[in-house]
């Protein structure tokens, strides 16, 4: 059965812990010897085949590593949230990250960074795009009048010199 199932195994680490027990089930091979094998420790043999005798084949249902362990919201809790934003965009609104934060702090109750607000924004397919910078009291016309009289005077400058 062991030989079957390392046959099937989907990671190395599934793999080995296969080998582990079924090196002693077949060939009887000490723990020095397995651990020398697959590049383990002496100690770290014995666990495996303690839990082997314990749990069974359980110990080769491996959680995969990383993920979100730490997180406040799930996705879809998060994609919830970002419902009205989202509504308030399609409108042509702007929406302001710290907007996002308020309503972020009091779903889960506590204060956040506002680096979380903006990896949340990332995780959903969001970027950061800003209108184009310019003074609330800038005169448009002033500016383009000056232009003109810029260009004129940079073509005197070349025929004179």
Excluded at 122 to 146: C, F, L, M, T
Aim: glycine share 8%; aromatic share 6%.
């Amino acid at each position: 059965r062991l030989a079957e199932r390392l046959k099937q195994a989907g990671s190395h680490r599934e793999y080995q812990r296969i080998q582990c027990v079924l090196l002693r089930a077949t060939l009887g091979s000490s723990a020095q010897e397995i651990a020398q094998i697959l590049g383990w420790s002496a100690s770290t043999v014995h666990t495996i085949h303690s839990r082997w005798a314990k749990e069974g084949e359980a110990i080769f249902a491996l959680n995969e590593r990383g993920g979100r362990h730490h997180q406040y919201l799930s996705e879809e809790e998060e994609k919830a949230l970002l419902e009205p934003f989202v509504r308030q965009a399609e409108m042509g609104g702007m929406l302001r990250a710290l907007d996002i934060r308020q309503a972020y702090a009091a779903r889960v109750g506590k204060p956040v960074a506002l680096s979380t607000i903006y990896r949340l924004l990332e995780r959903h397919g969001w970027r950061k795009v800003i209108p184009r910078p310019r003074h609330p009291k800038a005169d448009v016309s002033a500016q383009a009048a000056y232009k003109k009289t810029a260009a004129l005077r940079s073509r005197r400058g070349r025929a004179s010199g």
